[in-house]
């Protein structure tokens, strides 16, 4: 493992491995660092919706042949209440776009295969504990591996280290300015080895509060509720997750919920978190390590891809030329898309979930929202045209 590189990654999520990926192609040296074991970090069941600017990333880096051959392209997704269904249609509103399904455990195992097939520097059970020198030409990465404590003299850091990562800590505290919103609710979410009963995403605001039938493949459905904080998965039979999810997605007419076997099960909070600026000297964060969102708009994968995108942009320039305008620009360019994606992720959880004891007014005020925007194709444009993603900044 070198102990010098142009750019050292911390963290071999989405973003990290992106980043490494069109690093590599662009022909500059880096060396990913991840804390857990390729089996934990390829098995994490997370996100499942690529717009079509990361499907277009994957397919310009040559990360998209199994992605291309097994992801499901949706055309739209169903809005349920008052026990009626409403399909948002991404084509015709949007001029032509459309989202792709293919879990983010398919994306990172292609792209740890891909740079171990390159030969090129990934390290796992790599837990970085420090950045120092982030206002110097030389920051280093120290980290510790089997056991031993070794560091890494980058000219640049990358911290894709996630929401409770480090990087972050290497930029003096009032520098920084976090943005932060915890919502008083979290997703129950389960796999089951069941067909999906949906040919498209639904996502369902009921009396019982909010659900989503999502899936992971034709044989295997993704499924979450809204439940309380601190729920604990454990506590739910399976018949009882079931019950629950049919009362919430009920409709009117002959629409079933088919059950099957549920192989997984976790309790997600929600939360929303902006950390600016998402540069300083030479320490660029990029992904959850700099923004949150709840998952209801199915952003945070596509962020992380967006920020990889443009900051290999910013690094390639700097490589070719020296010059440091892109990178000058990165953050700011990426906060006003993050700030956007922030935005329409807590439009769509406030608008299809029901906070405790909320008042009938607020209700009301939902149910009148959803109703807009299946009568208005102006409102129903602008969900359709944030939900199947924005041009790249
Ligand atoms: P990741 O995927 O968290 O990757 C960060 C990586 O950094 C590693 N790491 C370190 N490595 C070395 N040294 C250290 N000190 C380190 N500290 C951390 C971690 O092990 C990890 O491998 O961030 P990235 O790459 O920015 O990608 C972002 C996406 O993963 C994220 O936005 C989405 O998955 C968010 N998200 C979801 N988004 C959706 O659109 N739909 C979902 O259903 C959905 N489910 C989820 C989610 C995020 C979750 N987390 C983070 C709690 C479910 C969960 C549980
Ligand atoms: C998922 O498939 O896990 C998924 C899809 C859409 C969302 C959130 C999660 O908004």
């Not at 020198?133 to 280093?140: E, Q």
């Not at 440091?324 to 807590?346: C, G, I, K, N, P």
Request: aromatic share 8%; with cysteine; proline share 6%.
């Amino acid at each position: 493992m070198p102990s010098r590189t142009t750019v050292g990654v911390v963290g071999g999520g989405p973003a990290g491995l992106l980043l490494a990926r069109l690093l590599h192609q662009a022909g500059i040296d880096c060396v990913v660092l991840e804390s857990r074991d390729r089996g934990y970090v390829e098995q994490r069941q997370r996100a499942g919706i690529l717009e079509q600017g990361t499907v277009d990333a994957l397919r310009a880096c040559g990360a998209a042949e199994r992605l291309d051959a097994e992801g499901l392209v949706h055309d739209g997704i169903e809005l349920r209440w008052n026990r009626r269904g409403h399909r948002i249609d991404f084509p015709s509103l949007t001029g032509g776009r459309r989202v792709r399904v293919y879990a983010q455990t398919e994306l990172v195992k292609d792209l740890i295969a891909l740079r171990l097939a390159d030969g090129a520097p990934l390290l796992f059970d790599a837990r970085v504990t420090a950045v120092t020198g982030a206002d110097t030409d030389r920051p280093v990465v120290h980290y510790t591996h089997q056991g031993a404590e070794r560091s890494l003299h980058c000219d640049f850091v990358a911290g894709c280290d996630g929401f409770h990562g480090v990087v972050r800590t290497a930029i003096p505290a009032e520098e920084l300015r976090t943005f932060e919103r915890v919502y008083p609710y979290s997703w129950f979410g389960v796999l089951a080895d069941v067909p999906p009963s949906c040919d498209e995403l639904i996502y369902a605001h009921s009396p019982r509060g909010f659900a989503l039938h999502s899936m992971r493949s034709p044989a295997v459905s993704r499924l979450y509720l809204q439940v309380p904080n601190g729920t604990d998965p454990a506590a739910w039979t399976d018949g009882q997750i079931w019950d629950e999810l049919e009362a919430r997605f009920a409709v009117d007419g002959g629409w079933r919920l088919a059950r099957g076997p549920i192989t997984q099960r976790a309790v997600l909070p929600l939360r929303s978190a902006v950390t600016e600026p998402m540069r300083w000297g030479r320490v660029l964060l990029a992904g959850d390590a700099a923004h949150i969102v709840p998952p209801t708009g199915a952003k945070g994968l596509n962020l992380a891809a967006s920020d990889a995108v443009v900051l290999a942009r910013a690094l390639a320039q700097w490589a070719a030329t020296g010059t440091t305008a892109a990178l000058d620009a990165y953050s700011d360019a990426r906060l006003q898309a993050v700030w956007r994606a922030e935005h329409f992720s807590w439009f769509m959880t406030t608008t299809l979930h029901s906070a405790p004891g909320q008042s009938p007014f607020d209700t009301r005020l939902q149910l009148s929202q959803l109703d807009r925007i299946a009568a208005s194709p102006h409102a129903a444009a602008e969900l359709a045209e944030n939900y199947a993603g924005l041009p790249l900044v």
